[in-house]
């Protein structure tokens, strides 16, 4: 899918510019990635030390051999700094985060340590190596979480439901408190669910595309938690476009990306279900073909001690400001997750998913 992006100068007498990307493994980086590349800038990924570096997404991207790997561990300040030092990047996009919602409540220190004190030590770094460097926090929606109003805006009040959402909170007003107490280039996106077929396994929407895949070819029932919430789902590759629009602006500043649309997870469910053409019927939380086999059950340990119920956000001031739009709708999403989790466990298959050059795979 090709995209407008209006505001770049591909002059090649200009210095190319550098971007360093935090947390550049998971789905977001690796979009992030592929998008500043395709920018041309020469970008610098930020991965903690392994004796096995999880590339899949960049491999499957096909750009992991375009990116320069550095070591980059943000519970350790000096390590942050000295990244930082060695990269002399222009922009630096902070995306690095323990994400996952559920194990932040088994978890919350780190938590804690990766997406609040982590952000304060890659600002405090770039703060003494060079203020002039443009950054990114990677906000969310689960800052809101119990909602006063809905859609949520950038002035919507928060209340976090999660420690996840409360270290974030911590990592979005740091943010802004650097950008007003040191004048520096600091934006914060407020970035509502976000999916892909190059989603972490623990996050519901792929607990469904793959657990589809896999029932599918053997029967293994899906188990998912809350049937009922309902998110606003959109996709990693136009909210990664949004996070380079915000900082290709004149003035830093923090923005919503959202799709508007609100979905339930057993709408999610039945979408997908469909699409397969699969007949199904409902029996309170558990999901049947019509030959009584069993699709979907629940499980009351996929359950947060404190549930956040809906989330729908409102990216009027992205839309306006930035020219930010949103190119794919949930049920695009659905399919493309879908397909690919279907070419993944049938390698052999001729579905071609992962040979499109439409899939950005």
Known sequence: MNYDYSGVDHDPNKKQKRALITGITGQDGAYLAKLLLEQGYKVFGGQRRSTNPKHWRLDEMGITDKIEFVELDVIDQANCRRAIEETQPDEVYNLAAQSFVWLSFKQPELATLIDAMGCLRILESIRQVNPKIKFYQASTSEMY???HETPQTETTK?????????AKLYAHHITINYRESYDMFACCGLLFNHESAHRGED?????????LAKWLKDGTPIVLGNLT????WGHAEDFVRGMWQMLQHDKPDDYVLATGEINTVKDFCNMALDYKNIKHYWNDNECFTEGNELIITTDKKHLRPAEVDILQGDATKAKTVLGWEHKHNVESLMKEMVDADIARLNPDSKSGFFDSPDKCL
């Open 229 to 232: 919430a309902k998110r606003d």
């Open 158 to 166: 928060f209340w976090p439901r999660s420690p996840y959402g409360v």
């Open 145 to 147: 979480g119990k909602v």
């Open 203 to 211: 996050f519901v929407t792929r607990k469904i595309s793959k657990g």
